[in-house]
């Protein structure tokens, strides 16, 4: 139950896209299409941002979208705003009932 | 408005125990899968058990197997976690959630504000 793999940080300029990315192995990511994405706020909790790979909870803005292949999960942000300055982080099935988290990302809005 | 309520963290010593609560309102909470997720101070989240519906199934992350304990009372609408032999490294604040209603136990859709679990001597 080893952390899936994020880049540490990840900036853009208002009005541009990023993409986070969220490396798992054949026996999380790349096997089930079980992947979620949250945004975490300082000192609030998380929200679920993505989940199921691609699909977008209710009232979650339609600029953040999911995508994956292979044992590699994507996160994309297009017009970036000051609001989506936070941290994300990359969850995923990993068998046997149990989930495991990606160790983070800092998104900085330049 | 649907909400879910942590209480029961502290300041503990190593080896002992502390059960910790979570409060559900504003949805029907015997439908919903129920999660525990952790986040160190710092560091990231930690999934760290679930339990399913009517309590059937939990199931936990290694690190606390045979320490931890998840249990439910849908009658109170209530989430419990009880930890025993606790270590340094559970030191953490506890997120109770709530799965997605329509997607699998993991797409953790409502989380409470958390509550701090302090292990040290």
């Known amino acids: 139950q080893s952390a899936l793999t994020q880049p540490a940080s990840v900036s853009g300029s208002p009005g541009q896209s990023i993409t986070i990315s969220c490396t798992g192995t054949s026996s999380d990511v790349g096997n089930y299409n079980l992947v979620s994405w949250y945004q975490q706020h300082p000192g609030k909790a998380p929200k679920l941002m993505i989940y199921e790979v691609t699909k977008r909870p209710s009232g979650v803005s339609n600029r953040f979208s999911g995508s994956k292949s292979g044992n590699t999960a994507s996160l994309t942000i297009s017009g970036l705003q000051a609001e989506d300055e936070a941290e994300y982080y990359c969850c995923s099935y990993a068998g046997s009932s149990t989930y495991v988290f990606g160790t983070g990302t800092k998104v900085t809005v330049l | 408005e649907v909400q879910l309520v942590e209480s029961g963290g502290g300041l503990v010593q190593p080896g002992g125990s502390l059960r910790l609560s979570c409060a559900a309102s504003g949805f029907t909470f015997s439908n919903n899968w129920m999660s525990w997720v952790r986040q160190a101070p710092g560091k990231g989240l930690e999934w760290v058990a679930n339990?399913?519906?009517?309590?059937?199934?939990?199931y936990y992350v290694d690190s606390v197997k045979g320490r931890f304990t998840i249990s439910r009372d849908n009658a109170k609408n209530s989430l419990y976690l009880q930890m025993n032999s606790l270590r340094a490294e559970d030191t953490a604040v506890y997120y109770c959630?709530?799965?997605?209603?329509?997607?699998?136990?993991?797409?953790?859709?409502?989380w409470g504000q958390g509550t701090m679990v302090t292990v040290s001597s």
């Open positions: 959630a709530r799965a997605h209603s329509g997607s699998y136990p993991g797409a953790f859709e409502i």
């Open positions: 339990i399913k519906q009517d309590g059937s199934a939990k």
